[in-house]
């Protein structure tokens, strides 16, 4: 049997799709269907950075999520990216999402959770699973923010990878009382002590937009139209009387 190139990346990022242990899944978004789940998402629609985010670049076909990416003006910005924000508030458990970034320089694609319309001055934490910034490609930065009173930050990281752009990946992220623990793969990439920060409730985001980070100097226009593709989205939790005080359902890896 011959797999076509997608069928196989495809089964390759499935093979890391796994919560740690204890976890059922409690909400998720496969993206099935033509329209987007008015029911599970919002959109972005701000103007930051380089881009103005709009609806009528988000489209779902054959199971994926597309967020556009384009040249063209709007309100005052010279590019268009896209962004989706979960209308239901989570806080402890293990988030899970598997994604493709664009490529060329010039998007930053997130997968992270804070408290949407809250602004810095109301979010409690915000928690960076994946931030990646297309003019490098092979690599992506972890990081956490407490936005209680003065805004602190905590375990910034850049993690080195192969070409994010030409495959799938599955991103993870386990939030408890004790410790937050990234995953790229399937292996833990950071793990920070969660007991430094105010804790909150908090929405999933999925976006890209047209950004400075990275060292960006400018978009490469060569490769528009765009997208980051996202396959799913998934969050699970442990039921009451099984949370683990000391959160040990994963292990670090060592770190350099």
């Not at 950075?49 to 489209?59: D, F, G, I």
């Amino acid at each position: 049997m011959i797999l076509s190139c997608t069928a196989l990346l495809l089964f390759v990022g499935a093979a890391f799709a796994a919560p740690p242990e204890g976890y059922t899944l409690s909400w998720s978004d496969e993206f099935e269907g033509n329209e987007l789940d008015m029911t599970k998402w919002a959109y972005r629609t701000d103007s930051r950075h380089w881009s103005t985010q709009t609806p009528t670049n988000v489209a779902l076909a054959g199971g994926m999520l597309s967020l556009g990416l384009r040249k063209e003006v709007l309100k005052g910005k010279q590019y268009t990216g896209s962004g989706v924000i979960s209308k239901q508030l989570f806080r402890y458990g293990y988030y899970e999402a598997k994604f493709r970034v664009p490529p060329g320089a010039g998007w930053h694609t997130s997968f992270w959770l804070m408290r949407h319309g809250a602004g810095t001055n109301g979010a409690r934490q915000e928690i960076d699973i994946c931030e990646q910034d297309s003019v490098d490609s092979r690599s992506y930065t972890v990081n956490l923010h407490d936005w209680e009173g003065e805004h602190k930050s905590y375990g910034y990281k850049r993690v080195k990878t192969e070409n994010l752009s030409t495959a799938f990946h599955v991103w993870g992220c386990e939030f408890t009382k004790t410790h937050v623990r990234y995953l790229f793969d399937g292996q833990v990439v950071q793990e920070l002590d969660a007991t430094k920060l105010h804790h909150g409730d908090h929405n999933i985001w999925l976006t890209s937009i047209a950004s400075h980070l990275g060292g960006t100097k400018a978009v490469d226009d060569s490769q528009l139209p765009s997208e980051a593709v996202f396959d799913y989205v998934r969050f699970y939790e442990k039921k009451p009387g099984e949370q683990s005080p000391g959160g040990d359902s994963l292990k670090a890896t060592p770190q350099e």
